[in-house]
């Protein structure tokens, strides 16, 4: 299955490049084995299945630009789920859509248009993404009543890799 992974340069990117080490992998920077930008998007390669693992995901980038934020949160993910209509489209969200504040708003939006657009979606939601174990363990270090569970990166790469192969 030819996989395109969408923000090869995030944290998740990354880690999925390594995992899935024959997928195309785009980047928004300069000399990206596919350049990329949801701000401008161009051509993408043929793919069966497409992980967008990239966005504006900082609360207060959102708050400061909302219509960037749109384009790049909702539009342009929009736009891949519906016509470029890979067989697969998983679309990485968060749990912050139960809130009120933009991002999590642009998230639930999103993620509702993205499924009434393509019956291939797949929508990962998650709370904090962590690097290991012990990175949970100082997380809950914090005193928190209400706790949004974290996910290890090679957890969520492995359901990623689960959904590949469905």
């Known amino acids: 299955m030819k996989t395109l992974i969408i923000g090869g340069d995030s944290k998740i990117g ?18 990206a084995e596919i350049l990329f930008d949801l701000e401008d998007p161009g051509f993408l390669p043929a793919a069966d299945a497409v992980i967008l693992c990239a966005g504006i995901s900082k609360i207060k980038e959102c708050d400061d630009d909302p219509e960037l934020s749109w384009l790049v949160n909702i539009q342009t993910p929009l736009w891949l789920a519906k016509y470029y209509n890979p067989n697969l489209f998983i679309y990485l969200s968060t749990d ?18 993205i499924k009434a657009a393509n019956p291939n ?11 290991n174990e012990e990175d949970i363990d100082a997380w809950l270090a914090g005193n928190y009543e209400v706790y949004n569970v974290p996910v290890t990166m090679d957890t969520l790469v492995a359901v990623i890799k689960k959904c590949l192969k469905r």
């Open 121 to 131: 979606a797949v929508i990962l939601r998650m709370s904090r993404v962590v690097e």
């Open 14 to 31: 990354k880690a999925l490049k390594k995992a899935i080490p024959d997928a195309a992998v785009t980047s928004r920077r300069k000399g």
């Open 96 to 113: 912050l859509v139960h809130t009120d504040i933009l991002y999590g708003r642009q998230k639930k939006a999103v993620e509702e248009s």
